[in-house]
Structure formats: structure tokens, C-alpha cells
């Protein structure tokens, strides 16, 4: 089968925490919403309405600093058994067009539509359809993307947000790419996006210009994996059975920390990611890992396993600050600091590991057809 044959779509609700709480209260309508912590405490944004997002709130910033740039908005608790119920119906519209669906977290997926149940021969349709049902049965709206593999379906749906669909046809895939932010790829973390521009490779154009060759050496695996990618190729399947084995986050300081101190309080933030993305994606670990890689780039790890399931920020951080204690931070320079969890109970099913997602900047002059023969 051609590559280029696929038909994927990739779904990303809009504002998802945000947008339900708006559509609960509808005195909130038009109103800037945070999800997250009090204001007031250590917590981070888990979502902000557009309304919100407009003064510069975004997701996993402290909400101490989300109130100071939008004093006005109204911070809520996330209920994410009410999330997690609009995620239920939202999988059920999907899977009235295929059962190929790869879920990212509750409020993203992708989906297969090579081959569906309604039996449509072009992908646009189905993904017009789909939000059509979002929108009349949820009163929410979501976000599309259409392409031939995952990552130019992502990059599809975040082009034209927040209520968009839009289609990256193969041979509009080549000028797409070029264009791209190397930090809109996928895989690419902070890290790695500081490495490839400190090499002069900013754009999706220089990657491919780069070379897979010089790409490896300078990033490995992954180098060769994006190359591939800048040549418009991803032969990644969504896979609907694939379980997930882990919920982290991590962080690279600017430079070396020393201070103890300040690692511990850093902990409280890595430990509020961790939570929110666990109840994003419906998962209790059990198994609590902390990992710290020092200045000279040597790394350890230390765990925890406990009985039952870890469900909150507080109970985390404690045992988080507990396996720091067994490890050399503060007395040699720490480079890179990050919490897991692992050890889930079966609730619902993923991909392997929750991580940020990453925006792709508005205003990209592209000049993209809603929908032409094949897609």
C-alpha cells in the first residue's frame, strides 16, 4: 500500500477542561476560565479558556503567575469525573466511523479512516462529520486535522484552532514542512529543540537540508527519525491496543542547580503535572520514580512502589522528596530533574507516556485546500 494512501485524522478538543466547565455554566460563557490550582497555592493551569489565553495564560503555568496576568478570571477545581465522561461519549462518536483509534489523553485521539465503517472514500467528510456531531451532541467543539500520516494530521489540527479543520494533502506536504518551527516536531522537547538550533537548524527546510547522516550524529535515533519526518515520511500506525506505561515529566534547569531548596520546591511543580496528566488520562500509579541527571551528565534514578495508587499532588511530592534525599542533589550540580509514575491499574487504555503538547505558531502563510480527490 502507498504510504500516502493512509487516511488519518487527528481530533484535539478546544480547551477541553475549559470549554466544559463553559458549557456547564453558562454564566461563564465568554468569561476567562483557569482549570487548576487556587491562585493562591503552589498549583498549575491544567487548561485556560481562550478568553483567558488571550492575556498570555497557558497550560502548566503557576496559577500564581496566571492571576497576576488575568486578575479577572474565575479559577475552578478541575471535576475530572465529568471530563472523563464527555471523553467516554466523545470515543463513542468515533467509534461509529472505525475502531482504529489511538487515544492521546481524554480529549485527543487519532484515528484510522483509511478503511471505515461508513464506508466514505475520502477522510475530509468523516472529519467534518465527526465535529459536526462534537458540536450538536456535546456543544462543545474540537479541532481537526487530515492527512496521509500522524504527524501531519497533528500539525493539520493546529493550524486552524480553535475550531478548525485542515487538510495537509501529499503534495502540499514538502511546502508544509519547510516551513515548520524544528520545536513543532515531533519528539522535540526543549533540550533537543536548543540543540538542533545551536546547529543552525531552525526550520523544518533545514532538517531535511541537514542531512540524515549529520542529523545522527548529532542527535542519534532520533536524529535519523527526524529526517525521516522532513521528508514527509511517518510510518507510525495508530494503535488502539497499545497500553500505556507511564505518566512523567521532567525539566533541563538553564543552568546547574545547587541549591537544594530550590530542587524541592521545583518538585511541587513537576508533581502538579503529574497528577493533572493522570487524571487526563484516567491512570493511578503505584510506582513513584525520580530522576536526576547531574552536571557531568551522569544519571540515577530511585523508586518507590507502594499499595495503592498515588492520586494526589501533596501524597506525591512527599515520597518525591523522600527518593531526592537518597541521591546527591545538592551536593554535586544538578542538570535535569523529573518525576514518573508507573504501575497502573487497567481504567483506560493510551499511548505509552503523557506528555505537553506542543502549539504550532498562527499566522503561517500556507495556502491550504479544505479538501480535494483522495483526502
Known sequence: MDPTARKIVHLDMDAFYAAVEQRDRPELRGVPVVVGGSPQSRGVVCTASYEARKFGVRSAMPCSQAVRLCPQAVFLAPRFDAYK????????????????IEPLSLDEAYLDVTENKPGFAHATPIAREIRSRIRSELHLTGSAGVSYCKFLAKVASDM????????????????????????SFFG????????????????????HRSGEAKL?????????????LSDGRDDREVESDRERKSVGAEDTFAHDETDLASLVEFLSVLASRV???????????????????????HQVTRSRTFLQPI???????????????????GELPVRLLGIQVSQFGVEEAGEEGIWEQLELPLGMPLDLAPHRPGF
Open 311 to 329: 492520586v494526589d499532588a501533596n501524597t506525591l511530592v512527599q515520597v518525591a522528596r523522600e527518593l531526592l534525599a537518597d541521591t546527591q542533589a
Open 85 to 100: 465522561e464527555v471523553s467516554r461519549e466523545l470515543h463513542r462518536i468515533f467509534s461509529d466511523y472505525t475502531d482504529r
Open 188 to 207: 522535540v522537547g526543549p533540550v533537543t529543540e536548543r540543540k538542533l538550533r545551536e546547529a543552525g537548524i531552525a526550520t523544518g527546510a533545514d532538517v
Open 216 to 228: 545522527t550524529l548529532l542527535l542519534g535515533r532520533m536524529g535519523a527519525f527526524l529526517w525521516r
Open 160 to 183: 486552524n484552532k480553535p475550531d478548525g479543520l485542515t487538510v495537509i494533502r501529499p503534495d502540499q506536504a514538502r511546502g508544509v514542512i519547510d516551513r515548520l518551527p524544528v520545536g
Open 275 to 297: 497528577v493533572e496528566r493522570q487524571e487526563r488520562a484516567g491512570v493511578r500509579g503505584r510506582t513513584v520514580t525520580v530522576k536526576v541527571k547531574f552536571g557531568d551528565f
